[in-house]
């Protein structure tokens, strides 16, 4: 069981609201990732970290910022959520001493109304 | 265009049968396939990995291969518990990029009824 933890794990806000989905590794693990996921398709990297002070943007385009001023924490912020935002967040994190591969949390489900 | 492709989308099975998911890619270059199985509401949890040089590698009662000629998966899992659904997702890493870039399936929701 990988030690990475996200929270909240449920999210239901209203649209305009800024939000902070935190994500949480005790691996040491020096690499974090950010993905969306929407219900029956695949996973879309949105933002990624090779180390602290350095964040990056994933393939799939998103409003979200991230930051990574310690090693072990990757918060993902919306500063206004909209509907379209509604989808599953999960996070993840790997290391040369994994090979890179990748653990993930639980994930958040959020939903904007 | 680098894809993972699974089938088939959906499958019911009964308790203790055994069935196989399949998974063709196009990513090139190649560095390594994964089967990753995702519960309802949670992270994806690896089952097994595979490098181009392997065939097959088992973990308990799923057992993926691989042929990296013609570029397909399939994971066949063996004698199904009701815990066993859930979806399951092929990922693809290339080598060409320091971050080892994945690629994923939108996977196959395997179903369990007793």
């Known amino acids: 069981e990988a030690d990475i933890y996200q929270t909240p794990r449920y999210l239901v806000i209203g649209t305009g609201k800024k939000i902070t989905l935190e994500c949480s590794q005790t691996m040491g693990h020096d690499k974090m990732y950010w993905y969306q996921q929407d219900p029956g398709m695949e996973l879309h990297l949105i933002h990624y970290?090779?180390?602290?002070?350095?964040?990056e943007k994933g393939d799939l385009s998103s409003e979200s910022t991230v930051s990574r001023i310690r090693t072990e924490h990757f918060p993902l912020t919306l500063e206004s959520a909209r509907p379209s935002h509604t989808s599953q967040y999960l996070c993840a994190s790997s290391d040369r001493s994994t090979s890179y591969e990748q653990y993930f949390g639980p994930g958040t489900r959020l939903t904007v109304t | 265009k680098n894809q993972v492709e699974q089938s088939p989308q959906s499958l019911i099975i009964l308790e203790g049968k055994n069935c196989t998911l399949q998974c063709n890619y196009t990513v090139s270059p190649f560095s390594n396939l994964r089967w990753y199985k995702q519960d309802t509401g949670r992270g994806p949890v690896s089952l097994t990995i595979?490098?181009?040089?392997?065939n097959t590698k088992s973990n308990r009662r799923y057992t993926a291969t691989l042929d990296a000629d013609t570029k397909q998966s399939s994971l066949h899992i063996t004698a199904s518990q009701l815990s066993d659904s859930a979806s399951y997702i092929c990922?693809?890493?290339?080598?060409?990029?320091?971050?080892?870039?994945?690629?994923f399936g939108r996977g196959t929701q395997l179903t369990v009824w007793p």
């Open positions: 595979m490098t181009f040089s392997e």
């Open positions: 970290s090779y180390g602290v002070n350095s964040t």
């Open positions: 990922v693809v890493s290339d080598r060409g990029s320091t971050l080892g870039r994945l690629y």
